[in-house]
Each structure stands twice: as C-alpha cells, then as structure tokens.
C-alpha cells in the first residue's frame, strides 16, 4: 500500500514539476517556410530563419517580456513595395518583406526585426493632435539600443532598400514567366 502511495505521491510531483517547466509556447507560422506561387523561392540563397532573429532579440532585449511570445513573424506573402516590415500588435504578427529573404541581408534584417519588435513591446502609440505617433522619443530611445540601427538606416538612406526591391521584383518576373 506504502508502495503505490509513494508512487502516486511521486506521480503527482511529476506532473506538478513537468507543468511548472514547460517551456513557453512560441507560435510558430507553418507557411513561413512554404514555397507558394505567390512568393519566388530563395533560389541559390540561404533563406533567413526569422524565427530564430526573434528568440535571439527577444532573449538579448526583452527577456521578460512574455508577450512577445505570442508573436508570428513571416515573410510576406506579396511584394510590398512599400514597407521593410509592418508590425500588427493587434493581430500579434510581423511581416517581412519577401525582397529581404536572402542571407546577404542577415545583418539588415536583424535591427529590422528589432525595430518591430520595439512596436510590439510599446504596443497602442500615442496620439498626438490627434495623429498616430508611431516612432517618438520613446520608440527612438528603445530603438537606439541595437547597435546595428544606425547601419540599417544607412543602408535604407543609401539606397539598399531600393535596390532589394529592383532585384526581388526582376527575380518573381522571371519565375512567373518560367
Ligand atoms: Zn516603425
């Protein structure tokens, strides 16, 4: 009887440890690594694991921030030309732009994701005059604590974006037409 007591009573512990253990659950997107036809495959190009930049941000900057667990991070599905990467705290979700899915630009889309994460963490922006503010004082001093943002908006200004986006777009010509 003694037996199966203690075995219940370790049984329990068990569970009470394995419970209190568990890692936090990371959400992962299943289309972030699927090759559709709406997005030309990383031909040649060792893609970028845009989960991997966030868990490494996230630990590195914001370790207590449980929230950003619950976080997607994908590469965007069309080519928008307009945007690096929006972060929709509504949804809890990032989007990368497609053109930036090449290992050349590991080192820009690291303060990219950053940056994002910045707008996850600060959530809602202010208002001011009755306008969105979206990079404040605030984003700006929280921004400011990765290294590389001042390359990124180099990189940005001297026309690395621009041209991501000319290469992407004469690449998904050509698989289209393939
Ligand atoms: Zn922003």
């Known amino acids: ?38 997005v030309a495959p990383a031909t040649n190009v060792e ?46 979700k990032v989007i990368v732009s497609p053109a930036l899915n090449n290992i050349k630009f590991r080192q820009i889309v690291e303060p990219l994701v950053y940056h994002e994460m910045c707008h996850a963490v600060l959530g809602e922006p202010q208002r001011q005059n009755g306008r969105f503010v979206y990079h404040g004082k605030e984003f700006h001093s929280l921004e400011k604590r990765h290294s590389q943002t001042r390359s990124l908006n180099e990189w940005i200004k001297n026309g690395g974006w621009a041209n991501a986006k000319r290469v992407y777009t004469r ?8």
Request: overall charge positive.
């Open 1 to 38: 009887m003694l037996f199966f007591e203690q075995l219940s009573l370790w049984f329990n512990r068990s569970k009470r440890k394995t419970a209190q253990t568990q890692p936090i659950k990371i959400v992962r997107n299943p289309r972030s690594c699927r090759v559709n036809s709406k």
């Open 47 to 92: 893609a970028i694991d845009l989960n991997e930049i966030w868990q490494k941000l996230q630990q590195e900057f914001f370790p207590m921030h449980y929230a950003l667990d619950q976080y997607q991070i994908v590469w965007s599905r069309r080519n928008n030309k307009r945007n690096l990467a929006v972060c929709d705290y509504r949804k809890k």
């Open 171 to 178: 690449r998904m010509k050509k698989f289209k037409t393939a």
